[in-house]
Nanobody, 130 residues
Framework: QVQLVESGGGLVQAGGSLRLSCAAS????????MGWFRQAPGKEREFVAA????????YYADSVKGRFTISRDNAKNTLHLQMYSLKPEDTAVYYC???????????????????????WGQGTQVTVSS
């Protein structure tokens, strides 16, 4: 059974930075694509970023491009989201996600909303004050 546990959320002022982490367990981590989604109060859940199983390909929502960086440490089964220049509109619950298919790269589909990840974490709250 796959488990995804997020950490690193919190309260930060606009312009500040946060680093989210996701600890994955239950299978061979390095063979599966991973990603981050978020949901703000009263809004639909939206794609933030994704990384291929190899780590060679990354995808970003236009709203975070140039400010957020997704990365993975396959040796530690950990996914990260480094967030810089945070804005109040980045306030949301951030979810770590994972693909079910072995060595499949759904990042483009996730970014276009034509496909959803199979595995989801419980989420971590990020609040950006103005």
């Amino acid at each position: 059974q796959v488990q995804l546990v997020e950490s690193g959320g919190g309260l930060v002022q606009a312009g500040g930075s946060l680093r989210l982490s996701c600890a994955a367990s239950g299978r061979f981590f390095s063979n599966y694509a991973m990603g981050w989604f978020r949901q703000a109060p009263g809004k639909e859940r939206e794609f933030v970023a994704a990384i291929s199983w190899s780590g060679a390909i990354t995808y970003y929502a236009d709203s975070v491009k140039g400010r957020f960086t997704i990365s993975r440490d396959n040796a530690k089964n950990t996914l990260h989201l480094q967030m810089y220049s945070l804005k109040p509109e980045d306030t949301a619950v951030y979810y770590c996600t994972a693909e079910r298919g072995l060595r499949r790269d759904p990042g483009s589909s996730w970014s276009r909303g034509t496909e959803q990840p199979y595995y989801w974490g419980q989420g971590t709250q990020v609040t950006v004050s103005s």
